[in-house]
């Protein structure tokens, strides 16, 4: 069983730019969250996917969207950076969306200068 | 009221030690209590978790504690090890909230050999 992969590892983008980031869920999984941790904070929801379908979002603005795939890989897509996009980005998948386990990926540094 | 309050904010405890960091939860909509233990440049992993329904779990050094009066909760780690220094996260997710996790601020422990 294979866990929770994201890519790429570090990513250095200017501002105004735009990004996009993945994720592929652990073997079995169909559900998929996205969180923002800023340095020495916590984790923040993004937003999840849960079949292909947005299920549930966190106080980001529109600038930041995403999509899940048939085989329940996601992507986050971030337009016109700013400097405060400046974090790693967390993927966590889980069984199903009625699941609250949630296993995380090792994230993406995004450096926004 | 979605806030979850950690503390403290670093921890140092000797080798052989007990850690014991806790937080507290406004929302009793929650009803599913991780802890996570997150190593520099690493996704967070999932230690341990509780549900309302019981006051304590235990699982190998760890141990929730659990009190729903109070709306608290806390992380024991028994028998503390240089190999436990980390940042520890404790989060809380509810049905309602399509399992979003909201995270505490994390404690920075070191354990000292």
């Known amino acids: 069983e294979t866990g929770v992969t994201q890519s790429p590892t570090h990513l250095i983008k200017t501002r105004g730019q735009q990004v996009t980031l993945r994720c592929s869920s652990q073997?079995?999984?169909?559900?998929v969250s996205w969180y923002q941790q800023a340095l020495g904070q916590g984790p923040q929801f993004i937003f999840q996917?849960?079949?292909?379908?947005?299920?549930g979002r966190g106080n980001f603005p529109p600038r930041f969207s995403g999509l899940q795939f048939p085989n329940y890989s996601s992507e986050l897509n971030v337009n016109a950076l700013e400097l405060d996009d400046s974090a790693l980005y967390l993927c966590?998948?889980?069984?199903?969306?009625?699941?609250?386990?949630?296993?995380f990926g090792p994230g993406t540094r995004l450096t926004v200068l | 009221q979605q806030q979850v309050k950690q503390s403290p904010q670093s921890l140092i405890v000797q080798k052989g030690g007990i850690s014991i960091i806790n937080c507290a939860y406004e929302?009793?909509?929650?009803?599913?209590f991780p802890w996570y233990q997150q190593f520099p440049g690493k996704g967070p992993a999932l230690l341990i978790a509780?549900?309302?329904?019981?006051s304590e779990k235990k699982e190998g050094r760890f141990t929730i504690s659990f009190n729903k009066s109070a709306k608290q909760f806390s992380l024991h780690i028994m028998d503390s090890q240089p190999g436990d220094s980390a940042t520890y996260f404790c989060?809380?997710?509810?049905?309602?909230?399509?399992?979003?996790?909201?995270f505490g601020t994390g404690t920075r422990l070191k354990v000292l050999a």
């Open positions: 966590a998948s889980s069984a199903d969306s009625f699941t609250d386990t949630q296993y």
């Open positions: 073997s079995g999984h169909n559900t």
């Open positions: 996917y849960y079949r292909e379908e947005e299920n």
């Open positions: 929302n009793t909509a929650f009803d599913y």
């Open positions: 509780i549900r309302p329904d019981v």
């Open positions: 989060a809380a997710s509810s049905v309602s909230g399509t399992y979003k996790y909201i």
